[in-house]
């Protein structure tokens, strides 16, 4: 790589993945994952079940180890090397699809517990940001309640807020709306636009077409651990060219 | 044709059934033959029970009295217990001398009651107090040797005070090293992982009296010439090992229990593992498994009784000593309802307390 092109790599692009491969014991799960996300870019992901959306998003954050090829995320390359993945870890905020709030921690201690002990604020400014956050979601009033006692959709908002307060750079969304009921999942979408509309980088794996219509600048198509298609969303279901993503489309826009 | 309600149904109280004393009596203990009998039923057998214990215990029982001849009633004679109190209580520790154990249980309740009880919330200074000073200070009070304190050798050591020394200090070490052996047997790494299950394995797969047996009357024997491990800090050491085994998987049961979304969250949070482990896994899995562990330590109380195999005289082994007395011919009886009745004074205390605790940890996502 020329000196020219890693700084270009460095400034405007936030992701970079370059010819990964993962395997799960025998059973090949990525192949040849090539992916450039640029700052501030939004990227849904779709495909059916089973073809690695979630595995993908997982590696960028070292939750699932790749085998081969290179995972560049801010400009650190991941490797074992656990302090660099600490330091992604640290950009990188995720939202998961069953929430994983931590049951025994009101909603405002799930919010400050990674900035006073991952990036040593202190209590009072923690709180603060916390609160700022929570108002963004809209759900100030539920903070010094137990996320056992939210609905889902509630929990899921919590949990996008929780993500936030470590002022991540880019954030990773692991169908953030599959586990919630059909009248919820609206409140978490409109939070995600709002996040969008901000200019924060984000990769979202979901199976919402309307957000991926109004928000994305461009869907990709995973089918068996490969990209097979990725166009800017106009482009993408209206003309898409691969048979495989033809028949996907077909399936959930005539269940939807 | 559509169906439309117009009119919202308002909110009633519930059936009377439900609520009043007689309604619940009705509905529990008197719905259909077969449980109005098997209520009378009880009635009776509690009522027996409960009526020869008191009779046994306290009407027909003997108190006042200094000896053997005082023992006139059909019941019980209490005066045994009251003549050998002190023994019961301290052992052979010198008389002059007991003011310091009282002084050292003193200052463990006090340490007790501010770490278990809602009085203080911050918990910190407690903390210190309870498991730096307090051990330290009983240490010093209880054996002697400095600032001017008479050493007292363990061997006059005995009676409740034993048992109780033995039950904290098993109990204070199995729980945290407990917790440890539970995280190795979990570890990736393999080297300590197989370090951890061996030593549970190994510990869980012999009993206690053996383990005991082992460290009171096998180790010396290893031991080159002149070194000498006092006879109660093995059986300490050999308990705490046992018990933390026990506790071991006690833990890792309730590891299990949470779901791998947790870590990965504090992972994704940037959390390190042992940030994860203390702040969101631990927490979560001690919780769920307060039962257990305290039915560890109730079963590690009660197992106390078993150092008598080596010499050790704790509250058991005391109150047996006392029944051979000839003096006190034919009090065996009593002896042996007295330490049930402060073992289960103990072990009670402990049960109600997981009960509270659990109910005071109750965060509202369990249903």
Redesign the interface.
């Known amino acids: 790589m020329s000196e020219a092109a890693k700084k270009n790599t460095q400034e405007d692009v936030a992701i970079q993945i370059i010819g990964m491969h993962k395997w799960y014991g025998e059973f090949h799960v990525l192949k040849d994952i090539n992916l450039t996300v640029e700052r501030g870019e939004k990227i849904v992901v779709c495909g059916p079940s089973g073809s690695g959306k979630s595995t993908m998003i997982r590696c960028i954050?070292?939750?699932e180890e790749h085998q081969q090829g290179q995972i560049i995320v801010d400009g650190i390359e991941l490797t074992n090397d656990v302090k660099k993945i600490?330091e992604i870890?640290?950009e990188?905020?995720?939202v998961?699809q069953?929430f994983?709030?931590?049951?025994?921690l009101t909603v405002l201690e799930n919010c400050t517990?990674?900035p006073i002990?991952?990036r040593k604020t202190p209590k009072a400014e923690a709180e603060a940001v916390a609160m700022k956050f929570l108002e963004r979601v809209k759900i100030p009033e539920q903070a010094k309640?137990?996320?056992?006692?939210l609905s889902g959709g509630q929990q899921q908002r919590v949990?996008i807020a929780?993500?936030l307060c470590?002022n991540p750079r880019i954030m990773l969304f692991d169908e953030p709306t599959s586990a919630l009921d059909p009248e919820m999942i609206s409140e978490v979408l409109d939070t995600m636009i709002s996040l969008a509309e901000e200019g924060m980088t984000m990769i979202c794996v979901t199976h919402e077409m309307g957000f991926a219509k109004t928000v994305a600048d461009r869907v990709l198509f995973m089918d068996a651990g490969e990209i097979i298609e990725q166009a800017p969303p106009q482009e993408f279901f209206e003309n898409p060219q691969s048979e495989r993503t033809q028949l996907f489309l077909s399936q959930i826009l005539h269940n939807a | 044709m559509a169906i439309v309600k117009t009119e919202r149904h308002a909110d009633m109280p519930p059936p009377v059934t439900q609520t009043g004393v007689i309604g619940w009596m009705r509905e529990n203990l008197f719905s259909s033959p077969l449980n109005i009998i098997l209520t009378l039923v009880s009635i009776y057998v509690a009522w027996a029970a409960i009526s020869s214990i008191v009779s046994y215990a306290f009407i027909n029982a003997n108190f006042a009295g200094e000896t053997r001849a005082d023992c006139t009633g059909s019941g019980a004679c209490w005066v045994f217990i009251k003549a050998r109190f002190g023994q019961i209580m301290y052992g052979f520790y010198p008389v002059e001398e007991r003011w310091r154990v009282d002084v050292g249980v003193i200052l463990a309740a006090i340490g007790l009651f501010l770490i278990l009880s809602d009085v203080v919330k911050e918990k910190k200074w407690p903390a210190a107090y309870m498991f730096v000073f307090v051990p330290i200070a009983c240490f010093f009070l209880f054996s002697g040797g400095y600032f001017g304190l008479e050493t007292v050798e363990t061997s006059q050591w005995g009676g409740l005070f034993l048992t109780l020394v033995l039950a904290s200090v098993s109990i204070f070490v199995a729980l945290p090293l407990g917790i440890v052996l539970a995280l190795g047997r979990r570890s990736t790494m393999p080297v300590v992982r197989m370090l951890c299950v061996g030593f549970i394995e190994l510990i869980r797969g012999v009993p206690l009296i053996t383990v005991l047996f082992m460290a009171s009357v096998m180790l010396p024997l290893f031991l080159p010439e002149g070194v000498n491990f006092d006879k109660l800090l093995r059986a300490l050491v050999g308990m705490s090992l046992f018990s933390a085994a026990y506790m071991a998987e006690v833990v890792r049961g309730g590891l299990q229990a949470i779901?791998k979304?947790?870590t990965?969250?504090?992972?994704?949070?940037?959390?390190?593992y042992w940030?994860s482990m203390g702040?969101?896994v631990l927490?979560?899995a001690l919780?769920i498994s307060i039962p257990s562990i305290v039915n560890t330590f109730i079963g590690l109380f009660k197992d106390t009784t078993l150092v008598l195999i080596i010499g050790l005289l704790d509250l058991l082994s005391i109150v047996k000593a006392g029944t051979t007395d000839k003096e006190w011919v034919g009090m065996a009886t009593e002896g042996y309802v007295f330490v049930a009745a402060v073992f289960w004074v103990f072990c009670f205390s402990m049960s109600r307390y997981s009960v509270w605790l659990e109910n005071k940890?109750h965060?509202?996502?369990?249903r």
């Open positions: 954050n070292r939750l600490d870890r640290r990188v905020g995720m998961f069953h994983n709030l931590f049951p025994h517990l990674a002990w991952v309640k137990y996320p056992g006692q949990a929780r993500s470590m | 779901g979304g947790q990965e969250a504090a992972s994704s949070l940037g959390l390190g940030q702040l969101i927490p979560q919780k940890l965060t509202g996502h369990k």
